[in-house]
């Protein structure tokens, strides 16, 4: 059956470290994939989106990668602050146009 | 100022009722979105319609309806056949086709008792 696993425990890092936050599927050839950043109560926010063809992204302090052949993505944060606590969303594109997201993993980023 | 409403923020209803959730947006967008979300869970597609009148059920439309009678707006009601209606309801927009981003709104929180 078609899988999304996202890292399956809430991730507790140090301010200033590197978060990293994983995005494994089995079962799909997604064209591309999405990370979204979600906090509580609130719809979620774009941040970023990596074609198949890409290998990494970047954008100010978050990088994405994107292995087709391992089926998984990594969401970096550099230079984490507690403002980047949140739970962040993977989200494969499984239809043109239409995504599967994952549950999600939530960041806490102490000070 | 381009965006995405959902109205209202919280209802309140009970069981047997049927209910209707508003989603409005200005974006220009042909593509709308409705999923549900469960505590610690993630998005799950209830319907998504990629151009005005037409509307396709997505992983978990039993018990939901929608129209798509303007290309601003995209009401979900959820009807009394919804088994276990309470959850968070979100609704996006995107351009449509692929490798575009969806917009959310900022969700209504229905309980039903």
Known sequence: SQKIEQNSEALNIQ????????????????????????????????????????????????????????????????????????????????????????????????? | DGGITQSPKYLFRKEGQNVTLSCEQNLNHDAMYWYRQDPGQGLRLIYYSQIVNDFQKGDIAEGYSVSREKKESFPLTVTSAQKNPTAFYLCASSYSGSFYEQYFGPGTRLTVT
């Open chain 1, 15 to 111: 301010e200033g470290k590197t978060a990293t936050l994983t995005c494994n599927y089995t079962n799909y050839s997604p064209a591309y994939l999405q990370w979204y950043r979600q906090d509580p109560g609130r719809g979620p926010v774009f941040l970023l989106l990596i074609r198949e063809n890409e290998k990494e992204k970047r954008k100010e302090r978050l990088k994405v990668t994107f292995d087709t052949t391992l089926k998984q993505s990594l969401f970096h944060i550099t230079a984490s602050q507690p403002a980047d606590s949140a739970t962040y969303l993977c989200a494969l594109d499984t239809n043109a146009g239409k995504s599967t997201f994952g549950d999600g993993t939530t960041l806490t980023v102490k000070p």
